[in-house]
């Protein structure tokens, strides 16, 4: 399994206020302990348990490469899921010079890739992972 990935409060001030939920989740693979994520501070929004990670299918990295995924591998135990897995590989423009980067997109377009990289800093092909975010009310 890669390295996880901690959720960090300079990436998504959102999580800053997380903590562990109360509930166990029981998957077919094994058992989940996730988050709950506060949004009362932003209008219109209720808090949401979050289960980040979880994986849906084997890596796609040695024997298992260029082959159809399967099942994950079942776990012991409880799994706490607060945290981001690596990103599949991808490839960016450069926007490290701006002006240069302007040149070739609209500036929407350059915002929204500097929000991005955060996100794309550990990146592996081992990525077949699912971020779930469900309403406290949620099944």
């Not at 849906?56 to 079942?74: D, G, L, M, W």
Request: some cysteine; aromatic content about 10%.
């Amino acid at each position: 399994m890669p390295p996880a990935v901690p959720v960090q409060a300079s990436t998504l001030d959102i999580y800053k206020n997380a903590r562990l939920g109360h509930r166990i989740v029981q998957t077919r693979y094994g058992r989940l302990h996730g988050l709950i994520l506060p949004l009362d501070s932003y209008r219109f929004l209720r808090s949401v348990e979050v289960f980040l990670g979880v994986p849906y299918a084997t890596p796609p990295t040695k024997q298992n490469r260029f082959s159809p995924t399967r099942a994950p591998a079942p776990w012991d135990g409880i799994r706490i899921s607060d945290k981001y897995s690596p990103v599949c590989p991808q490839r960016l423009p450069n926007i490290r010079n701006e002006t240069a980067a302007l040149e070739k997109m609209p500036k929407g377009r350059l915002e929204y890739l500097k929000r991005l990289l955060p996100f794309l800093e550990s990146q592996s092909e081992d990525c077949l992972y699912l971020n779930i975010f469900s309403p406290m009310n949620g099944k």
